[in-house]
């Protein structure tokens, strides 16, 4: 079976084809007499000079769609926005010149080529498995019953119950500063100079977006205008928007400074209003309260509803109906790039595989469950399934504390120590205010060529004050510059495997853990504070992750990292059928009777990640991670350090460390049969 797009993903690779028997062979001209051909049986000149300039032709075009592909993940996540009045290639030529030559793109660049050869060595097993499962075989029948029963099994988990809403505020940071300053309205402006926090839609239209450089947003829109942005000024806004969403949801979740999710379920009852009527009544009392606009999507889980948001933006609703036949012709045309959980990288991988809507998941279902593992997270795409409980995040996710600095690349030591120092005051900071103490402290370092690694030390006792950070990450530093000389554009330190201090002066065993001068404020005080810096941190990282999509390797918007394949071996007279590393697995046989659902029922685990679809490891996130969180966690692993082929041994040589989101396999897991949460983005196996 052959996919489209399969020949063009190498330049170098000859175009084959698969006979019925499951071999290949070099697609050559019919074999006969004739004037064209020699004396002796052989091609003729005119022959060979044709088929030279047919293969040229060939490259001529891979290397084209090579190109065009660099310039759509330099485009990053503004690629293929509606309501551009550029036509996207246009735009993506114009970010491609504005950024070539620099190290950036030289990163990127190799990062695209690194993405393909792994693409390749997944088709080039996708492909062999292929040869030996043809279409309407046994064993292609037996894999289609158990998608079948993977899907009934899903079918039954849709709880359409609950109502529930993703609160998006429109355009907010430029909204604030339009509130501010009138005289923008109607004009293509951006807050932020360096690096731009949020753009006008008159702006957006021309390709520009949140997370690009100045430089490159002026080279697509001349004539924007660039003003300050004002954090605080952010912040505070945001409090009152939250402060009227939670009249409606008094357990909400906010998920960013404009961002939201609530279940209005009981409101809805208490009040006897259905959920248009509510949305709208939410709609228009955040514009009382501050002046700006709110766009929501209505529906029976998240992962809906935050489609759903998008659909009529700005300041408007829509609402998927609680039925299954609705929300299925909802997903059927939706592109996948739509879909929370699924980034630029894992885009690329389904593209591959001719996946570009979700209907595309059923019609390619076979051909994800031979070649990549657990299908059944897209197949919960395709149904339109996500998670249903909205909570606010709890204190416990927290694994680890940080804070990072980027600046002008350097490797003068003492400019190095300044800003490791800042970083180590600040974490020390955080740590008090949040009332943590850690036993693992990791130095993050970015290089001039935008390499990321990381050093860290496990301690025996218990660190919190800058000093002791300072002097650890320090330490680390110093050996890592022994060993190389280093140029710098980031540094970061970070505390981990955290100890609560809260809950361990609630069971009595730990008084006065940090003693103040002065009185602290009540609980409820310093835990709103803190969830505030803890949003302002996490803004900011997205931030600087927009900046290194915009200008780097990855995309911030990326929506949660979904985990699919399932390779079995098959139990026939031909040869052995093995999944990408080569480990065999048991193939029920062509009897209904005898076919059981591979859908695994999960909960939470207590560390966050998921395995690899392509090469099986394990990739971490925080346990309650964000959507995007998760999602730049797989693009990460996808774009740097997934083992495919060939690239398995030399996997994890280039950087001398591991990334802060790099996968990690731990035999652990594979041990364990514990259950995780249905929707949960990478789907573990049991017994896996």
């Not at 595309?360 to 299908?375: F, G, M, N, Y």
Request: hydrophobic share 35%; glycine share 8%.
């Amino acid at each position: 079976m052959t996919f489209p797009g399969r020949h063009n993903l190498s330049p170098k690779k000859k175009i084959s084809s698969s006979t019925g028997n499951g071999s290949s062979h070099v697609r050559s001209p019919l074999k006969g007499k004739g004037k064209d051909r020699g004396e002796d049986g052989g091609t003729s000149e005119a022959q060979k000079a044709g088929q030279t300039e047919q293969g040229s032709d060939e490259r001529r075009m891979q290397d084209e769609e090579a190109l065009a592909r660099l310039r759509k993940r330099m485009a990053g996540p503004s690629s293929g926005k509606a309501g551009l009045a550029k036509d996207q290639d246009e735009i993506n030529k114009i970010i491609y010149k504005a950024s070539k030559g620099s190290r950036f793109f030289l990163k990127e660049k190799e990062t695209s080529e690194r993405i393909e050869r792994q693409i390749e060595s997944m088709l080039a097993d996708k492909d062999d498995i292929m040869s030996r499962v043809p279409p309407d075989s046994v064993e292609w029948r037996n894999q289609e019953k158990k998608v079948d029963v993977m899907r009934r099994d899903l079918e039954a988990t849709r709880d359409l119950s609950r109502v529930v809403v993703h609160a998006d505020m429109d355009f907010f940071y430029g909204a604030c500063e339009l509130k501010r300053d009138p005289s923008l309205s109607g004009k293509c402006f951006g807050v932020g100079h360096g690096v731009l926090v949020t753009c006008s839609y008159e702006a957006r239209a021309f390709g520009v977006r949140s997370g690009m450089a100045g430089h490159i947003a002026k080279a697509l829109c001349p004539h924007i205008i660039l003003v300050d942005n004002d954090m605080k000024h952010y912040i505070e806004t945001s409090e009152k928007v939250m402060a009227v969403m939670h009249e409606y949801d008094p357990t909400m979740a906010q998920a960013s400074l404009d961002e939201a999710y609530l279940d209005i379920t009981e409101y809805c009852e208490s009040n006897r209003v259905d959920a248009d009527e509510a949305v709208a009544r939410l709609r228009e009392d955040v514009k009382q309260a501050t002046g700006l606009t709110v766009s929501c999507g209505i529906a029976a889980n998240c992962r809906l509803a935050k489609i759903a948001s998008d659909k009529n933006k700005p300041n408007g609703q829509y609402l998927v109906p609680a039925n299954a036949t609705d929300i299925m012709h909802f997903m059927h045309d939706l592109p996948v790039r739509k879909v929370s959980g699924i980034g630029r990288v894992t885009e690329r991988y389904l593209e591959a595989l001719g996946i570009d809507t979700c209907g595309d998941i059923w019609e390619k279902r076979v051909v994800l469950a031979l070649t990549l593992r657990h299908p059944e997270s897209f197949l919960a795409i395709y149904l339109g399934l996500g998670k249903t409980q909205v909570a606010p995040t709890e204190r416990g996710w927290r694994r680890s504390v940080g804070r990072e600095h980027t600046f002008t690349p350097t490797s003068n030591l003492e400019e190095l120590l300044s800003e490791l120092r800042r970083c180590a005051d600040k974490v020390e900071s955080d740590l008090e205010e949040e009332s943590y103490h850690a036993q693992k402290v990791t130095l993050t370092c970015k290089t001039s060529s935008y390499t990321r690694f990381t050093r860290d030390l496990t301690l025996g006792h218990r660190v919190w004050k800058a000093d002791d950070l300072f002097r650890i990450t320090k330490e680390l530093l110093l050996a890592e510059l022994k060993e190389r000389k280093l140029t710098l554009r980031l540094i970061g330190v970070r505390a981990g495997t955290l100890i609560d201090l809260r809950k361990s002066q609630a069971a009595g065993s730990i008084e006065n853990a940090f003693r103040r001068a002065k009185a602290a404020p009540s609980y409820s005080t310093a835990e709103s504070h803190a969830e505030q810096e803890r949003l302002i941190e996490d803004e900011e990282r997205q931030l600087r992750l927009a900046i290194e999509a915009s200008l780097q390797d990855r995309s911030p918007e990326d929506g949660p990292s979904v985990e699919a394949g399932l390779v079995r071996e098959i139990k026939t007279d031909r040869p052995d059928i093995r999944d990408m590393r080569g480990e065999k697995h048991e193939l029920l046989v062509d009897d209904s009777n005898s076919m059981r659902s591979d859908l695994v029922k999960l909960e939470e685990h207590e560390e966050g990640g998921g395995e690899c679809p392509i090469c099986g490891m394990w990739v971490r996130w925080p346990m309650q991670a964000t959507e995007s969180q998760a999602a730049l966690a797989l693009d990460e692993h996808l774009s740097g350090d997934c083992q495919t082929g060939a690239n398995a041994e030399a996997s994890g040589r280039d950087n001398g460390g591991t990334s802060r989101l790099a996968p990690i396999f731990d035999p652990r897991y594979a041990a364990r049969k514990k259950k995780r949460r249905i929707d949960s983005y990478f789907i573990k196996p049991a017994g896996a």
